[in-house]
């Protein structure tokens, strides 16, 4: 390796998923545009572990599981992907799995982990099971090690187990990443932020109703991630409002009743009884639509598999951008949206379940493809087609289930909610309804497409706070991102033991001074009235510059060195709390520079590039996997182009050339 140039320099700030994505497109990428004979150091910074970072490390309860199938998991590009770099293909996890049993080859580097109770898991699982969090850590860990050993020799990954706390370097000048705990920063070419879902300061109510919990001597939650929690002050017996009914609650529903000890018992007809330990608190769960989140299907698609995008695709944004006028999400795109996931629906019925319909499918999809989503005309071809209701894609009754309806009392409640759930379970664990998996698949395609519009800046404010940031990212999750239907199961027995009682759609929160007591009430059961000691906001932090917990963030957005997304237009201002991005290559806005920084640039959930799932279903073209590709492509062009750098105060670490392609590589390079 040559010494007349001095080693290219960037730093990675955040190490999990989304760090460790970007880094497999730099190696795919290095052959090509990386000159082999150049040194290019490359400083990982997070105190968490490489690979699983903080949301998907080992360090969690065992209890908790994935919302994603084994085979449904996956940090590689396959031949789905729209890529100016060169696809890599890996194993899924089950595929990485299966060299556990025997049941599929070795992947380098091998090696088992080191936790037994993982790798037993391993070794019996199958593609359509739901992993536990731990196994995703593995396979993270595994990933993040095969990167390494992809990396040409010429390229150094050196780990920094610490948090950075500033960026300062002009624009046009070396950048300098102070970390915790360290007195000289590293010196780099160019800084990626890649820190992941980020914590915040609780917003304004939340703090208010925190008071109220402090004056009276009460427990109060904001929006948290459930796995870091603090759980310890809920008293046993204790009533819990809980406000959301997703991811975040089943998680919280776990860790307080098998997490503390209860257990579920299988009857003769297959039903749950749940076997309380006498730990757990009571509670009272509600949200904006009343009802947990659609099961994942546990199936496969009996059809041939739908080629998307048809309706919905580049084709149909172009006509959209070329209209030259401000587009309402719901008025503009959805019936496009709709037809899509429809499409996909009717796609898998026809071809899965012809006993079911009266057409064939190239006559119904040939008048499909003419009609309008809402019109009536696509209304009646349903209709003649599909015989049986119950057959028929219904996206208006899947989004609010409980809307118009109104029960006389809270039992009456419980029992209709309780067949809701049983209902829904049942339907996605019977193939006979593998139509709903179809409309799944033209559901993450939708999310695959849409990005590039959102990025045109042609919504309008409102639609982009109400329809895209509020209502389709509601509806995404609460179809797409549901659990596995025996975390639902286990639900119903929890209400059968009346551990969890359901409150009802459009849950309102209050407080009574004179109780000292929360209060939560719902138009679903009118006039009654659920008061509890505790409360328990269960959904994730929503993104916020002005009150995030990263200190870098923090840093530079207080010296105006970045800045947070803000849609505005004459009828409505939209701050969304995100960090602004170039929508092209994720450059961080600088507004003292009125423009992108030519040295920064943030990926993943908290930007405005709204790319947020750091791994996705294999054959899905995932909306991150592009954008890694493209930042790491210019990433390595711009640091070939870079002249000089000042060598990182404190040293980088060793180099170990060669070592990337070892068969069993190091870890990375620890700082000294």
């Known amino acids: 390796m040559s010494g007349a140039t001095p080693p ?52 969690q309860s065992p209890l908790l599981r994935m919302n994603s199938m084994a085979e449904d998991v996956t940090l590689f590009t396959d031949e789905s992907s729209t890529l100016e770099g ?91 990443v102070r970390l915790a705990g360290r007195a000289a920063p590293l010196t780099a070419d160019l800084v990626v932020l890649a820190q992941g879902h980020l914590g915040s300061a609780p ?89 947990p989140y659609h099961a994942k299907t546990g199936y496969r698609l009996r059809g041939p598999r739908p080629l998307l995008p048809r309706h919905f695709g580049p ?24 037809k899509e996931i429809g499409f996909g629906y009717y796609h898998e019925l026809f071809h899965a379940h012809p006993g079911r319909t009266a057409l064939s499918w190239p006559e119904f999809s040939a008048a499909y493809d003419r009609l309008d989503w809402h019109s009536d005309g696509m209304a009646a071809l349903v209709a003649a087609a599909v015989p049986d209701p119950a057959d028929r894609l219904d996206l208006a009754a899947l989004d609010r289930p409980l809307d118009g309806l109104v029960f006389p009392d809270a039992d009456a409640f419980q029992d209709h909610l309780r067949d809701h759930i049983a209902r829904d379970v049942a339907r996605r664990e019977d193939p006979q309804f593998s139509a709903d998996l179809g409309a799944f698949l033209a559901l993450l395609s939708v999310y695959g497409v849409l990005p590039r519009l959102v990025a045109a800046g042609r919504l309008t404010a409102r639609s982009v706070a109400e329809d895209l940031d509020g209502w389709w990212h509601g509806f995404f999750g609460f179809l797409a991102s549901g659990p596995p239907g025996f975390r639902l199961r286990r639900l119903l027995a929890l209400s059968r033991a009346g551990v969890v009682r359901f409150t009802g759609a ?79 290559d994720g450059r961080v806005l600088d507004p003292s520079l009125g423009g992108p920084h030519p040295r920064r640039i943030a990926l993943g959930a908290p930007t405005s590039s ?51 392609r070892a068969a069993s590589p190091p870890a990375a390079v620890p700082a000294p």
Not at 111 to 137: H, I, K, M, Y
Not at 506 to 532: M, N, W
Not at 628 to 646: G, I
């Open 8 to 59: 290219a320099v960037l730093v990675v700030v955040g190490a999990g998923p989304r760090a460790t994505g970007l880094l497999e497109r730099i190696a795919a990428n290095a052959p090509e545009l990386w000159d082999e004979d150049r040194e290019l150091v490359i400083h990982l910074v997070d105190p968490h572990p490489p690979g699983p970072g903080r949301i998907w490390r080992h360090d």
């Open 86 to 176: 060169p696809v890599r293909p890996g194993p899924s996890l089950a595929e990485w799995a299966a060299q556990f049993s025997g049941r599929g080859p070795r992947h380098e580097p091998y090696e088992e982990p080191a936790d037994p109770e993982v790798l037993a898991e391993l070794r019996t699982l199958t593609g359509t099971d739901f992993p536990t969090r731990r196994a995703q850590s593995a396979y993270l860990d595994w990933v993040f090690r095969r990167v390494l050993a992809d990396l040409p020799p010429s390229v150094t990954v050196v780990r920094h187990r610490a948090t950075a706390t500033a960026v300062t370097g002009p624009a046009d000048g070396p950048q300098r």
């Open 203 to 291: 917003a304004p109510g939340h703090r208010t109703l925190a008071a109220f919990a402090r004056r009276h001597g009460r427990f109060h939650l904001p929006p948290a991630f459930t796995a870091d929690a603090d759980l310890s002050g809920l008293r046993p017996g204790e009533h819990v409002v809980v406000r959301g009914f997703g991811l975040a609650f089943v998680d919280l529903m776990v860790l307080l009743t098998e997490g503390r000890g209860g257990t579920y018992r299988t009857e003769p007809d297959g039903g749950l009884t749940y076997l309380p330990s006498g730990q757990e608190p009571v509670l009272h769960v509600g949200s904006r639509r009343g009802v």
């Open 315 to 338: 084709a149909a944004v172009d006509a959209l951008l070329a209209e030259d006028r401000p587009l309402d999400l719901r008025r503009d795109v959805w019936p496009l949206m709709a």
């Open 506 to 584: 459009d849950l309102r929160i209050g407080t009574d001074e004179a109780t000292g007591t929360f209060t939560a009430t719902s138009p679903t059961v009118p006039g009654h009235t659920v008061r509890a000691t505790a409360l328990i906001e269960a959904y994730v932090p929503a993104p916020s510059l002005d009150r995030t917990e990263d200190p870098l963030l923090r840093r530079l957005h207080r010296a105006g060195a970045l800045t947070e997304e803000v849609v505005a237009d004459a009828a409505h201002t939209h701050r969304t709390g995100l960090l602004a991005v170039s929508p092209a």
């Open 610 to 660: 709204r790319a947020v799932a750091a791994f996705a279903r294999p054959r899905t073209d995932a909306p991150a996997f592009r954008q890694n590709d493209a930042v790491a492509r210019a990433l390595l062009r711009e640091l070939a182009a870079a002249d000089r750098t000042s060598a990182p105060a404190g040293g980088t670490g060793p180099s170990v050339p060669g070592a990337r």
